[in-house]
């Protein structure tokens, strides 16, 4: 492995950019999917109403190859979107990377 100094001034930013994603902030590779489902109790309104029920929030993950949905209470919402944004932008620095390394095959 060459040392950093190596890389055009581009890829060191994009790569010390990626290593404080890494390092700093927790992140998950899945999605957020929100369902409303009925509770089930007798004398609730989601038994009364038509359409509609409780509105509960999941993060589908890829376990393998089977997908695993969990349960995200209300208060981490939030939380897991920023988590799964994070992800994101990690994804998106990584291809950055990729094509910086393409761009030096190409060249030589």
């Known amino acids: 492995m060459r040392h ?3 890389y055009p001034k581009e890829e060191r930013a994009v790569r010390s950019r990626l290593v404080q ?5 927790p992140f998950v590779y899945g999605s ?6 009925k509770c089930g109790k007798v004398n609730c309104w989601c038994e009364r109403e038509k359409k509609g029920g409780h509105v509960s929030s999941y993060l589908s993950v890829r376990v393998g ?3 695993e949905m969990v349960f995200i209470p209300r ?3 939030a ?3 920023e988590w799964i944004a ?5 994804h998106q ?5 990729s094509e910086c390394c393409l761009q030096r095959v190409r060249e030589e």
């Open 4 to 6: 950093r100094g190596y």
């Open 21 to 25: 994603l890494v390092h700093q902030k």
């Open 32 to 37: 957020l999917v929100t369902s409303e489902r």
């Open 65 to 67: 190859k089977k997908r």
């Open 75 to 77: 208060a981490m919402v």
């Open 79 to 81: 939380r897991v979107r």
């Open 86 to 90: 994070t992800h994101k932008e990690i």
């Open 93 to 97: 620095e990584i291809l950055k990377i």
